[in-house]
């Protein structure tokens, strides 16, 4: 039935604002003035409007102006001026954000009490629900990584899964490669993500994304275990996605699976065969061999972790891939999360929104719309989404690009303050206090295999009532860009022991706001870390050297105090900067600049070849060639 705002505020006796703040309660809410609902529903909704009127409280966010007041109190916008010049001694506009405690009181004037709604994240909040069709949820396809060692096979097996769907038809297994495609078996239905290896899953996971529900380990029968295994069992494991092994290669001569088994247990995968819980499957990419019984395997563990979706739920899908097409503009490849989505709809995603133009499937043939699991390919964004961005839909082309742009704003304001928070092992402590934190997650790279087994053996000894130290992932070599994403997906720091870091993987730190550690002494290591849990880790400083000036001249400003005019031979001086004062090489003075000038004007900064006069705090001794060395003070841990 169709039922207004306006007319339940009348029949209950209370505010719309109430009666909006009843259907948020219930999930129900969209900005419009007038709800369709069944009775169920409405039976509900009454209930809550009616606890609401109990308590006589009003929601409202916490920058409102008198103008939204007199919206909510539903009374005159003179009449709250009024209030507030006469009472509060308020000179307000309409648009005016007023102090919370000023709002506060109004509302008790009128005999309301207010909740303060919570900033909402942005673009979180998607599109209307329809409580005409209360959602049912349905089993979806589970999606699928397939992660291992180079050269194990997770292409040719990817390749040899795709050609096996028995839906091809036509198309007789050719695929368009956009990020994933699905392959139908008797038992159920498969979702594939088409960029093997975990570096590409935990990469969507550091932006936050998670669509994995079961990843593929791929171990070749001939080599057994490798470096890389053991990093995707890492990144598996950290993410908590359930691990199915395909060992490989049966077909060659010299497989042995029987040893990929064994080997298994050491990483804390123990085969059923073993009694353990992990499945193994015997496979051959080339022959095809156990690959029936390995699709089968996949759709087995789905059933068990209950993947569940509401095809007509609101919708919310994941970009995975996304380019610049010549000829077709911005191109996304969306995996339904949930419900579905269609040609025409409206979404926006980060910074892009449009209205759907055309969606693909795998096999490249137009389709009319797509349900949870099921990767497609759309045209019609204004700008290229990035990958890992959630995609929403919005009721008209207005609202998405208002969200669009408020995101694009949000991002870059976020830039401005230079990434988001992580994890820094100074202010553990605090982070336990604020954040609860119970695990100090880390990940430590040695240069042999002994000193690694010595670090993770004393790391492992660390006692701790708060908080446990867990290695989440430890290996021989340098710290890589993948170390870097697996920390900054699960919070983790990077230790590097004896080791260096690669150069992109210290810029993609840089990125992230991962903190990377380098020790040489395990004893130091160790300490940190200990202190670290306790939340003694005293602040370490380094000295940066910053410039060299000469004093050329001396004023005295009598009432100013001396200054020193000098030339920055070198680098150069902030107006914050430390000093040493030099006279003949000799160490006179160390202290602080107190104020920087280029002729008279204050300045921030002065740097090679200009001349500026230069005060230091509590000095006053300079003379004609001295040298003032620049320097500052950074933080290294
Ligand atoms: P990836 O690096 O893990 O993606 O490995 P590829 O799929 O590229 O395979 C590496 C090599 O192993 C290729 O030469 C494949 O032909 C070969 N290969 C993959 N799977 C099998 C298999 O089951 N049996 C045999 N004999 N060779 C395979």
Redesign the pocket.
Known sequence: MELSISSLAKKYNVLGVQVKAALKSLDLFDDSEVLDIDSDVLELLEESIKEIKKNNTVELTPDATPRDIAQALDVSQSEIQKLLITKYKVMATLTTSLKQSVIEKIFSEYGYNIVWEQPKPLNVKPVKKNPKSPSVKQIRPPIVTVM??????????LDYIRKSDIAAGEHGGITQHIGAYQVHIPEGVITFLDT?GHEAFTAMRARGARVTDIAIL?VSADDGIMPQTIEAIHHAQSAEVPIIVAV?????PGANPEKVLAQLTEHGLVPEAYGGQTITCN?????GQGIPELLEMICIQAEVLQLEAEPKGEFQGIVIESKLDKGRGPVATVIVENGTIKRGDVLAVGAAYGKVKAMLDYYGDSIKDAVPSTPVEILGFSSVPVAGELVYRYKSEKKARDIAEKHGQAVSDKMQKKGSRKLHLRDLKEQIATQGLKELKLIVKADVHGSLEAVNGLLDKIDNDEVIVKVIHSGVGSILESDVLLSSASDAICVGFNTRTEPGARSQAEKLNVEIRHYRIIYELIEDIHAAVKGMLAPKYEERHLGILEVRAVFDLSRHGMVAGCYVQSGKVNRDSLVRVKRKKELVFTGKVASLKHLKNDVKEMSIGQECGVQIVDYVGYQDGDILEIYEMIQIN
């Open positions: 291992g060692h180079v050269d194990h096979g997770k292409t040719s097996l093997p791929v490989n290669k049966i077909d060659k496979v051959s990419a080339k022959t």
